[in-house]
């Protein structure tokens, strides 16, 4: 079992920024990716950004350049750092984490969301 406990959301005004950290405990042999997804009111769940066990990253087109995800190997951890927040921006942020327990047997793992409020 691989637990995600999230942290950092809150209510800002437009143009101001928030961190999210996520860390991940439990069972883990190695994560290979790590990421941020988010779902307003009467929306689908859609990707904000992910990163690979290799540091390479990808970005939802309407984070690019806002948006910054980065990991602590040492730690589990992956952080959202969020700057220039928009109202739109507005959701539930979920974290997602995916490995293996040990060989030959992965995970996917959710957190359990934190809000993010942006006030215009």
């Known amino acids: 079992q691989v637990q995600l406990v999230e942290s950092g959301g809150g209510l800002v005004q437009a143009g101001e920024s928030l961190r999210l950290s996520c860390a991940a405990s439990?069972?883990?042999?190695?994560?290979?990716?790590m990421g941020w997804y988010r779902q307003a009111p009467g929306k689908q769940r859609e990707l904000v950004a992910t990163i690979t066990s290799g540091v390479m990253t990808n970005y939802a087109d309407s984070v690019k350049g806002r948006f910054t995800i980065s990991r602590d190997t040492a730690k589990n951890t992956v952080y959202l750092q969020m700057n220039s927040l928009k109202p739109e921006d507005t959701a539930v942020y979920y974290c997602n984490v995916g490995g293996l327990i040990r060989i030959g047997v992965d995970f996917n793992s959710w957190g359990q969301g934190t809000q993010v409020t942006v006030s215009s």
């Open positions: 439990g069972t883990i042999f190695t994560i290979n990716r």
